[in-house]
């Protein structure tokens, strides 16, 4: 059989993804940095707004299109929270928002959703990071949190 | 003759042309010599992309010839479809050949050998008359020529035709004669990785010939895109293990005869095929995290099961290690590190060139290891998904240590089976050094940028890399030129290995063709029986799969919008742009 030295090694490694996984799932479940999940209820829409909720409260619904975003640019004062509800109207799109951790798939009829706070002023790019077509690259939205 | 691996008997009263006709030799070499062609134009179109991405190249079409979005479409189907199965399945024939001692069967050799012939040239029209620029995922609802589904369609069904009718029958055969031997483990691991095939392209075959096939031919309007590419990742991840299980068998059975030594277990072995064999195919939803549609618990599940399916590699890793320890303690290697003195890293006696392609794609696969373990993990995954730091991890993997095994073993095969040596024998074990270098580069550069926010398979020349553009980025300016220079290091190895490879194509005949392997013995023995009795691991295989993939089948199914098809060039639906004509 698998000799003591390969048992060590079967051992350690098997101990090492496990902490992993036990790390990660505390950082999903314990501080909250949980991926998107399947929402069964919600509709998919065609019009992209920013909605104020309330102060610094805001609710982005992001359309992604051949090619670029709507809205493409919008601003909120610092210390801003967003629900970003997010869908394709075409093709597979990406939503990168450099420097966060929204980092989203935009699939045709599926609605995808995180939510993020903006503590630093600044301009936000937002990134499409799924090949759409042939001006793909030039596909940026904008977030400027002032 | 008795085979010192399994002690049994080979029965092999066969005269040499019985068993390798030149008929079977001519079916081998030409799956070598057919996509190493193609190869040559996916390396090329590599090296345009990293000067698009620096920059240098500002253009929609390289020289006004190939479109970006079609050359990066070419460059993933060549280099990881084409190339990579094609390879695999001429090194499966070669070593069923080798260690079974029976002669290929004709028929289905030619009858695969078509199949994957029709079905490249079919894929290849598609995508270099700009018929197909989907790239190699081919994501719906974009839309490609019919002749570029069915072409992918008949390639991996030829594919897999050796294996149920010429591999199998003939190890059956062998056993017969061979009762009381167990599996060869060269024999093992080819049929984990060509079970794992089978089973990997029932997903993709629904998806396009259910799906992709019926709305390019216009027979249906519309398409679930989220199905669509459930149903492609349950393909598209457990592929990358049907490149790497065959890098993997070389380095179990060839490695340590190569640096003189032992396979240091083969229970070791037998047990990271195994589970290779019911770890790789449920975890597809690692590439779908950052996605809406499906629930984050069974992104969870698969984050488990990615993480379980790196303990292979773990003990691949410690076994290879070992393996080349003792090899390098037989030639007289002492000390703690002083062993690695004695390994044959520039040697070019014998066979002995093979290991700088084993040993540089080894230490490329040490931080591909690290960059997928990255990947895999849940939440860190947001960081950096789509981002250029994925495609720094998978050219040093599939790029990186399959590339360079599978480069190593062409050669070789092309040498054994043409009766040749191996031509300008020094510049083929300086290549995979360059490589190595290269890709190392190619890898940290695009990992920083990747973590900056760079995009994967994105034509940066025109925009974020164009210092003209209102979406210029100057702070990855730098990373994008160092890509570009590990690149070019990468590609001068591989022009390298190109004058090998044709000298050696072109060497004349010095010995009698064969297909014989270097294949070592085992230093630690006797697996249990269960190591190699396939039914209990298959079992554990579905049921795995039947967990994990249930739920999320049903979650995409329930997608009720559908989409209609597009073209790349024009942001509405296809049959729209039709309508108005």
């Known amino acids: 059989m698998v000799d003591r030295f390969e048992k060590r090694a079967i051992v350690v490694a098997l101990t090492l993804v496990l902490s992993f996984f036990v790390l990660l799932v505390y950082a999903a479940k314990g501080l909250g940095a949980d991926l998107p999940t399947c929402l069964p209820d919600a509709k998919p829409f065609k019009q992209g707004e920013l909605i104020q909720l309330g102060d610094k409260r805001y609710q982005l619904n992001a359309v992604a299109k051949m090619w670029n975003f709507e809205p493409n640019e919008i601003r909120i004062p610092a210390g801003s929270t967003v629900d970003i509800y997010l869908v394709s109207t075409d093709v597979m799109h990406g939503f990168h928002v450099n420097n966060t951790l929204v980092n989203l798939m935009a699939i045709p009829n599926v609605v995808n959703y995180t939510r993020v706070k903006f503590d630093k002023p600044g301009t936000y790019d937002v990134i499409c990071h799924e090949y759409c077509g042939v001006f793909h690259q030039n596909m940026v939205g904008k977030i400027i949190v002032e | ?581």
């Open chain 2, 1 to 581: 003759m008795e085979n010192v691996l399994t002690g049994q008997k080979v029965a092999s009263a066969r005269s040499r042309d019985e068993l390798l006709s030149g008929a079977s030799r001519f079916i081998i070499l030409s799956e070598i010599v057919f996509p190493f062609l193609l190869l040559i134009l996916g390396v090329a179109l590599g090296l345009l992309q990293v000067l698009a991405r620096a920059g240098v190249l500002k253009d929609s079409h390289y020289f006004g010839w190939i479109e970006y979005y079609q050359g990066l479409t070419l460059h993933g189907v060549i280099n990881a479809i084409v190339f990579t199965t094609y390879i695999i399945v001429a090194f499966s024939n070669a070593l069923m050949v080798s260690v079974l001692k029976r002669p290929l069967k004709m028929g289905v050799q030619w009858v695969s050998w078509a199949m994957m012939l029709v079905g490249t040239l079919m894929a290849a029209f598609a995508m270099l008359t700009g018929r197909a620029n989907v790239l190699y995922t081919f994501y719906p609802p974009l839309i490609a020529h019919w002749t570029f589904y069915v072409g992918t369609v008949l390639f991996v069904v030829g594919s897999i035709i050796p294996f149920f009718l010429d591999w199998i029958p003939n190890y059956r055969a062998w056993k017969r004669e061979n009762p009381s031997a167990r599996m060869p483990l060269a024999v093992l691991g080819t049929f984990v990785n060509f079970t794992l095939w089978f089973v990997m392209l029932v997903p993709v075959a629904i998806e396009i010939l259910f799906q992709l096939l019926p709305l390019s031919l216009g027979l249906v309007d519309e398409v679930n895109s989220l199905l669509a590419r459930t149903l492609f990742w349950f393909f598209g991840h457990p592929l990358v293990y049907f490149w790497l299980l065959p890098a993997y068998v070389m380095l179990y059975t060839m490695l340590p005869k190569i640096v003189g030594g032992k396979l240091y277990s083969d229970p070791a072995a037998r047990l990271a095929f195994m589970l290779f064999l019911i770890f790789s195919v449920p975890v597809g939803l690692h590439h779908q995290y950052t996605e809406g549609g499906l629930s984050a618990n069974f992104k969870l599940l698969h984050a488990f099961l990615t993480f379980m399916v790196a303990l292979p590699s773990f003990i691949t890793a410690f076994t290879v290690a070992a393996s080349l320890e003792y090899g390098a303690r037989q030639q007289g290697g002492r000390g703690l590190f002083g062993w690695w003195a004695k390994l044959p890293y520039f040697s070019t006696k014998g066979d002995q060139w093979l290991f700088s392609y084993f040993v540089a794609g080894l230490l490329l696969f040490l931080f591909g290891g690290i960059t997928g373990i990255i990947n895999a993990s849940y939440n860190m995954n947001m960081v950096v998904h789509n981002t250029s730091f994925v495609s720094g991890h998978f050219h040093t993997t599939v790029g990186g240590l399959v590339t360079l095994s599978f480069l190593g073993i062409s050669l070789y095969l092309i040498a054994k089976l043409r009766g040749s040596e191996v031509a300008f024998k020094k510049l083929a074990v300086a290549m995979p050094y360059l490589w190595l270098v290269g890709f190392f580069i190619f890898d940290a550069a695009k990992s920083v940028v990747g973590i900056m926010g760079a995009p994967r398979r994105t034509n940066m020349g025109l925009s974020y890399a164009d210092s003209a553009s209102p979406l210029y980025q100057p702070d990855w300016v730098v990373w994008n030129h160092l890509t570009m220079l590990g690149g070019i290091i990468a590609v001068v190895g591989f022009v390298l290995y190109m004058v090998s490879f044709f000298g050696t194509l072109f060497a004349k005949r010095v010995n009698e063709p064969s297909t014989e392997m270097p294949i070592a013995e085992a230093l630690h023995d006797n697996p249990a029986p269960v190591l190699s009795n396939f039914r209990p691991w298959l079992i554990a295989m579905v049921v795995l799969i039947a967990i994990a993939y249930t739920q999320p089948l049903i979650e995409a199914f329930r997608v009720t919008e559908k989409s209609p098809a597009y073209k790349e060039n024009m942001p509405v639906p296809l049959k729209m742009m039709q309508g108005g004509q």
